[in-house]
């Protein structure tokens, strides 16, 4: 089993920045794949980004490349997305999801996860 919990969420400028955190318990961190999706009302859940069980891979959505960091922090077992020029399009529920495929390869999909978090609100606003 996995836990996660994410923070960091809420009320941001377009063109500004933030700073998800999601920490993870239950299982030892070299052991999972953490990844980050979004699902803004009315629209499928989409993949943000994710990071592979070593933080030596990442893989990011072609819709943040460019504006999104994902970061392995193995000491706090904590992964950090970090986005900055933030668009109205970018507001959705972020949850944060781990995956214990032993593989290179980074899933895009929700299916290869099997353990998700909460949620957290972001909404960027004009």
């Known amino acids: 089993q996995v836990q996660l919990v994410e923070s960091g969420g809420g009320l941001v400028q377009a063109g500004g920045s933030l700073r998800l955190s999601c920490a993870a318990s239950?299982?030892?961190?070299?052991?999972?794949?953490i990844g980050w999706f979004r699902q803004a009302p009315g629209k499928e859940r989409e993949f943000v980004a994710a990071?592979?069980?070593?933080?030596?891979?990442?893989a990011e959505a072609d819709s943040v490349k460019g504006r999104a960091t994902i970061i392995k922090d193995m000491g706090n077992k904590a992964v950090y997305l970090e986005m900055h020029s933030l668009k109205l399009e970018d507001s959705a529920v972020y949850y944060c999801a781990a995956s214990t495929l032993w593989s290179f390869l980074l899933p895009r999909k929700s299916d290869g996860y099997e353990y998700w978090g909460q949620g957290t609100q972001v909404t960027v606003s004009s």
């Open positions: 239950g299982r030892a961190f070299n052991e999972i794949i």
């Open positions: 990071i592979h069980r070593t933080g030596q891979s990442t």
